[in-house]
């Protein structure tokens, strides 16, 4: 159980277009929801966290406007990158919380390989 | 503000061989201690944890590691590696109360054959 979807696994597009990234709870409602963004060979870098029904709290550094969070259910969460350029290209994961709090804080999605030409 | 140190950016070993992945935390108050995997291109797979109780915790995979709140550490061991254990192997900690994970830079484990 606990699965977290990530859609798409990889997307590659032209600088100037706004993408947006679905994370999904499949088998569970998830209190929260966080994104990462992960740099090569980097950690992850915690961008925001969302919950249902609420804006989303972005870390420091991390442009609101650039970065859209809707968090429009306890299932799911979408990340929209607006006005793409090359230097927004990383790796987008998001996890998940679940409601009945299990022994996991988080449960992570595969991941989003994001490609601006 | 909480931080997680793991003092090697590589690690190479060959198969067979043990290894000790190091990690050390800042926070003195009550945490929680997580290990987790990442293979290329995907998210992270959750190794380990450590909530309380016995300090010795095992995982997945045949991984172990040790909570040793005197030196703040939680390093992560196998006596035996695989070359499927190939991957990067991240350290983590929350603080109680909180959902924020806080994530060590990484160690990329390579076995070699």
């Known amino acids: 159980g606990a699965v977290v979807s990530q859609h798409p696994s990889r997307v590659i597009c032209k600088s100037g277009t706004s993408v947006k990234i679905e994370c999904r709870s499949l088998d569970f409602q998830a209190t929260t929801m966080f994104w990462y963004r992960q740099f090569p060979k980097k950690s992850l870098m915690l961008m925001a966290t969302s919950n249902e029904g609420s804006k989303a709290t972005y870390e420091q550094g991390v442009e609101k406007d650039k970065f859209l969070i809707n968090h429009a259910s306890l299932t799911l969460s979408t990340l929209t990158v607006t006005s793409a350029h090359p230097e927004d290209s990383s790796f987008y994961i998001c996890s998940a919380t679940r409601t009945d709090r299990d022994n996991q804080p988080q449960h992570f999605g595969d991941g989003t390989r994001l490609s601006i030409l | ?113």
């Open chain 2, 1 to 113: 503000a909480q931080s997680v140190t793991q003092l090697d950016s590589q690690v190479p070993v060959f198969e067979e061989a043990p290894v000790e992945l190091r990690c050390n935390y800042s926070s003195s108050v009550s945490v929680y201690l997580f290990w987790y995997v990442q293979y290329p291109n995907q998210g992270l797979q959750l190794l380990l944890k450590y909530l309380s109780g016995s300090t010795l915790v095992k995982g997945i995979n045949g991984f172990e590691a040790e909570f040793n709140k005197s030196q703040t550490s939680f390093h992560l061991r196998k006596p035996s590696v695989h070359i499927s254990d190939t991957a990067e192997y991240f350290c983590a900690v929350v603080q109680g109360g909180s959902e924020k994970l806080v994530f060590g830079k990484g160690t990329k484990l390579t076995v070699n054959p």
